[in-house]
């Protein structure tokens, strides 16, 4: 397969920001795609090679892959930098001086998906000494076999910068329209057996997608399946062609071993909503302020350990992983729980910025060093001889809230009443490993009495449960609620928001990045959406570490999903990367932020005021898993309720 055939489909997906015109692209593109390269369409088109939990790196150096494209292009390398802040883009920079390569060039094979993939997993392989000349043949090589577009779009990928806005949502809609036999579409747009086909097969894509974390293993396992009924089954009926895909899909279960993406909580303010919410009886355990981690322990005795991010934390909390095996008392288990730090001599409980420490960042902010001659396909030798440093410092003790998988029987659709019993009777209590506090209520003040208790034992809060409820992988359920003790005058919560541009800072300031955009992600409609400019909160060297960190992260353009209102433009745009919690005096009404524009009133949308940075970098969280408009807006409205007015920026 021609990777130029890759290459004109992102220029379309350039075009627009429409997310049925995007998802109608790649339908078109997977119709055109040979089986056994499902995967690698799939990864390349989301700017990887691989899915996120194998924790494989693309991303090369801007000043080598400068070198590269000078050398492809018998230019000086200042000459691809000028053209780069010309066009604003250094894969816009390569196609440009490409282009003028000497007429004997053209007449090369074509560049295909196949020899890309393999090229670009060579790079990532490639480590030790002498690594960084080895990368740079490979890509010059690359370079020298590409046509000038197709150069534009291996550039952004190699530096991680497609930003196609090619979303798992997208990709799933394209794949429920083809194995239903339809088109993109919207719901309003189908007759009903059409919307109940294509409701049930987005529902199967979507549920292995969440317990696989693989999307490219997904859209594998259902094109292959119709392609290998459509041969068996010849003059079947469309609907049997698609129960058949359905049926492989189905199979892709949890598996040890493998994340699955993590089930989130909604928010609600008060005891007495939250009753009423659950039913009449709630659940509750402490909300502990340390890292949410998704464990792994197989009956060979490994344990690993992912993120909520589906980031490999194993090498960085060995101690952890060696924790939770001992306290095991089964063969398999996937389990949830929240990583603490302690104090080692009291025991007690420390802030989340003792346990970021662990993971090789100071105050939660600095960049773990580069470990790049280390790092094969998620090996991170570097970053355990740093985590194994901290460990005497800095103790962990595991609070397990949530069994998943348990001696071969998945446990995601059991009630959480049974789940609890079953994690208790599979884990002993240990002086490392604990099981969430927890007790039931079945009215407010019961809720607000645990909630005492929760802080005064240095938790930042509850979490209630339904007793009924089943695990919803990578869902936003009202069978959680979180509810926090973060009331900051009219915002009973923090918020989780991503960083999308910044501001250059001025006077003492100057040299940093002194203020910073943050935005929210709005999942139904597949865009950021800002929220506010927040400057506070920040000491000098948290100013400086972010602006080391960030700018590798700039960009010349707004994020392609970034919606926006605004007047004042940042200095620098930025890669949609990092998420900040910030805590502000109340939600207002904004003529200038995007956030829930229209939603609340036709000309408006909402924004925080008197932000706040809380000192607390999201790093469990990716630019997806912010604060949503849907939040802010019942934050807004129940701050409404109690004052009994609308306030305007």
């Not at 392989?125 to 590409?146: P, V």
């Not at 506010?532 to 992260?553: I, M, N, S, W």
Request: charged share 30%.
């Amino acid at each position: 397969m021609e990777y130029g055939l890759l290459a004109e489909t992102y220029a379309r997906a350039e075009a627009t920001a429409k997310r049925l015109e995007l998802a109608d692209l790649v339908k078109g593109l997977l119709e055109e795609t040979p089986v056994d390269l499902v995967r690698p369409v799939i990864y390349l088109s989301q700017g990887r090679i691989a899915p996120d939990f194998q924790g494989i790196e693309l991303g090369l150096s801007e000043k080598l892959t400068i070198g590269a494209i000078a050398g492809v292009a018998g230019v000086q390398e200042k000459e691809v930098v000028t053209k780069r802040n010309e066009l604003g883009d250094l894969g816009s920079a390569a196609e440009r001086l490409l282009s003028k390569k000497s007429q004997a060039t053209l007449f090369r094979s074509p560049l295909t998906v196949e020899s890309v993939f393999a090229k670009l997993q060579d790079i990532a392989r490639t480590a030790g000494t002498g690594s960084q000349d080895k990368k740079l043949k490979i890509l010059r090589l690359m370079l020298s076999e590409s046509e000038p577009y197709e150069a534009k779009y291996l550039v952004r990928t190699v530096m991680g910068k497609l930003r196609l806005g090619i979303q798992d949502a997208t990709v799933l809609d394209a794949l429920a329209a083809m194995i239903t036999y339809g088109k993109v579409e919207t719901v309003t747009e189908m007759d009903e057996e059409t919307r109940r086909r294509r409701e049930e097969a987005k529902a199967a894509l979507e549920y292995a997608n969440d317990v696989s974390s693989d999307l490219g293993l997904v859209a594998e396992t259902a094109l292959k399946a119709i392609k290998e009924a459509e041969r068996r089954l010849s003059g079947e009926t469309e609907e049997a062609l698609t129960g058949k895909a359905l049926e492989a899909v189905k199979q892709i279960r949890l598996t040890v071993g493998v994340p699955l993406r993590a089930m989130l909580a909604e928010r609600l303010s008060s005891a007495e909503e939250i009753v009423d919410k659950l039913g009449g009886k709630a659940a509750l355990e402490y909300k502990y302020d340390g890292l949410r981690i998704q464990a792994h322990l197989d009956d060979k005795g490994t344990v690993k350990l992912f993120s909520r991010r589906l980031e490999d934390l194993t090498p960085q909390f060995p101690d952890v992983a060696e924790a939770l095996r001992g306290a095991f008392e089964g063969k398999e288990a996937v389990v949830e729980g929240e990583a603490v730090a302690v104090d080692a001599e009291s025991g007690r409980m420390l802030p989340f910025q003792a346990v970021s420490q662990r993971r090789g960042r100071k105050y939660g902010i600095t960049e773990r060093a580069e470990a790049s001659q280390s790092q094969v396909f998620g090996v991170q030798e570097g970053v355990a001889r740093r985590g194994a440093e901290k460990i005497t410092e800095i103790p962990i003790a595991t609070y397990l809230f949530d069994v998943l998988y348990l001696d071969g029987e998945e446990l995601i659709r059991t009630p959480y009443e049974e789940r609890r019993k079953r994690l208790a009777a599979a884990f002993d209590e240990t002086a490392r490993v604990k099981h969430a506090r927890l007790e039931v209520v079945e009215d407010p003040a019961a809720l607000e009495s645990f909630m005492q208790d929760a802080l005064a034992h240095g938790a930042e809060g509850i979490m209630a449960k339904s007793l009924s409820g089943v695990y919803k992988a990578g869902n936003r359920e009202w069978q959680w609620i979180k509810y926090k003790a973060d009331y900051v005058e009219g915002i009973a919560d923090t918020l989780d928001l991503v960083v999308v541009g910044a501001f250059h800072g001025q006077g003492r300031r100057k040299g940093w990045y002194g203020a910073f955009l943050l935005a929210s992600w709005n999942p139904d409609d597949a865009r950021f959406e800002t929220v506010c400019r927040v400057a506070t909160g920040f000491d000098d060297q948290q100013l400086q570490e972010l602006r080391e960190r960030l700018e590798p992260k700039a960009i010349d353009v707004p994020p392609k999903d970034l919606f926006l209102k605004l007047v004042e433009k940042p200095d620098v745009w930025l890669e949609p990367e990092l998420v900040m919690e910030v805590s502000g005096a109340e939600i207002t009404l904004s003529p200038v932020h995007s956030c829930a524009w229209g939603m609340v009133r036709p000309d408006a949308g909402l924004a925080v005021r008197f932000p706040r940075f809380t000192d607390r970098l999201r790093e469990d969280k990716g630019p997806t898993d912010t604060t949503t408009p849907d939040e802010i807006v019942a934050l807004y409205q129940r701050q409404v309720k109690v004052t009994g007015q609308a306030t305007a920026e």
